[in-house]
């Protein structure tokens, strides 16, 4: 069973700004593309941030102005800073590890709760 050690989230006012970080089993981040999900009451899940061992990047348009994700490919660990919080930033944020080179594999984190409100 593989274990993504996720860390950070919590509460904060409209503005504010939070930190998620994302470790992973270096057998598994090595090549893979790593990130995070959110997923809000009622809605799917939807993609916020990824990121490339390389270092290619991709936004979901909502955040991209907002959230930065960076990765120590030392430590095998993203980060997702997040800054300018709004409320409807609210939702659990997954991380994710995924490999799309044979062999394929996805995993996830068991997720972090962001609240935004005043």
């Known amino acids: 069973q593989v274990q993504l050690a996720e860390s950070g989230g919590g509460w904060v006012q409209p503005g504010g700004s939070l930190r998620l970080s994302c470790t992973a089993p270096g057998s598994i981040a090595s090549s893979a593309i790593m990130g995070w999900y959110r997923q809000a009451p009622g809605m799917q899940r939807e993609l916020v941030a990824t990121?490339?061992?390389?270092?290619?990047?991709r936004y979901a348009d909502s955040v991209e102005d907002r959230f930065t994700i960076s990765r120590d490919n030392r430590k095998n660990t993203a980060y997702l800073q997040m800054d300018n919080l709004k409320p409807e930033d609210t939702a659990v944020y997954y991380c994710?590890?995924?490999?799309?080179?044979?062999?394929?594999?996805?995993?996830w984190g068991q997720g972090t709760q962001v609240t935004v409100s005043s």
């Open positions: 994710t590890v995924r490999r799309v080179m044979t062999p394929t594999y996805t995993y």
């Open positions: 990121i490339t061992s390389g270092g290619n990047i």
